[in-house]
């Protein structure tokens, strides 16, 4: 995984083929984001992090990620 981007409201980074965007159990990029932002951030608790779209595990590509429920949204619209 490489961050590509990141700032109050977003991350972006580099999905590698082979690795899920994210997944109900498992490891997935989103679980890789998420220990990132939080040694990146020195975040104590859970990092509220999610895909603004996916892309199938097969496939690389970039993924914007939303660190908050509004920016979520407004990637949304």
Known sequence: ?????????IIVVSKPAGIATEAESGDS???????????EYNKPGEVFLRPAHRLDKCVSGIIVFAKTSKALTRLHE
């Open 29 to 39: 990029l989103e679980e890789e984001v998420k220990r990132w932002a939080k040694k």
């Open 1 to 9: 995984m490489e961050v590509l981007y990141f700032d109050n409201h």
